[in-house]
């Protein structure tokens, strides 16, 4: 029988809102769009869904582990992003896991393209970003590539799709 879970969103994110100490700059979201984005990935998961409840209740410590259902004891997360986070009794790890994925300069939907770039990088043995100059356009060439793929179950592209399409630009251009 499933667990009903009887913290809101609007508590988890009001509860973190008003406690918090972690500033924005460690963040890939601000405060104010607690409500809407992925605490993770940064992803406005608000404009996305037509129903409007894409946002995943992730314990910080899992329920399995006695974690609470309380507002203290969540964070808001995209699909991908939960099934990604921690699971263990450590109350800080959540944090130090949604921290250490900040990226600076974070633009809208660029999380997962930046994985994707660093996942080019170790895999290929150079920077994707080192083929800019011969690429004219890069950003419409990239642009065609990802409309030539697919996601699954009508959501964003994933890392490993970003990935392969990169690697094709580069097999095309190096």
């Not at 609007?10 to 809407?36: C, G, M, Q, S, V």
Request: glycine residues 4%.
């Amino acid at each position: 029988m499933k667990r009903e879970l009887k913290t809101t969103k609007a508590e988890i994110a009001n509860y973190w809102i008003k406690n918090t100490r972690i500033p924005e700059t460690e963040l890939n979201f601000d405060w104010a769009e607690a409500h809407t984005h992925c605490w993770n990935c940064g992803d406005d998961q608000y404009r996305r869904s037509t129903k409007k409840t894409t946002l995943h209740r992730c314990h910080i410590v899992p329920h399995s582990l006695g974690g609470e259902d309380k507002p203290g004891n969540y964070v808001l997360l995209c699909k991908e992003c939960h099934e990604e986070a921690p699971n263990v009794g450590d109350n800080s790890v959540m944090w130090d896991w949604i921290k250490s994925n900040y990226i600076p300069g974070l633009l809208t939907n660029t999380y997962r393209l930046r994985k994707a770039l660093k996942i080019f990088q170790d895999k290929e043995g150079y920077s994707f970003l080192e083929l800019a100059d011969s690429v004219q356009d890069l950003d419409q060439v990239l642009k065609t590539e990802l409309d030539n793929t697919s996601v699954h179950f009508g959501r964003k592209r994933n890392v490993s799709t970003v990935y392969y399409s990169l690697r094709r630009i580069a097999n095309t251009y190096s």
